[in-house]
């Protein structure tokens, strides 16, 4: 993206390689305005490592044993209830 009114350009750019960059700019002039320059430099380091996020773990799913209990427990009763009644 080039700016005319701020004089500024900008571009994304993935380096190479690590290290120091200069960035030159460059204008030769023309009829309206004289010719100019300007220098800047930049440092690329090593990429950050990336965080390696743990799977969340899921707690086990007790459904199929609440309800194994429950039926467990109503034959219990239903067990119980037949022998109170079979005595009389």
Known sequence: ???AYY??????W???AEGTFKIIASFAGDDSYGSSGAQTALLVGPAEEQVVVPEQVMPPDYTLT???MGLAI???????GVLLFRKK
């Not at 004089?7 to 994304?12: L, V």
């Not at 109503?74 to 119980?80: F, H, R, S, T």
Request: avoid cysteine; proline fraction near 9%.
């Open 1 to 3: 993206m080039t700016s």
């Open 7 to 12: 004089g500024s350009y900008e571009i994304a």
């Open 14 to 16: 993935t380096p190479p």
């Open 66 to 68: 609440i309800v194994g």
């Open 74 to 80: 109503l034959a219990a009763v239903i067990i119980v």
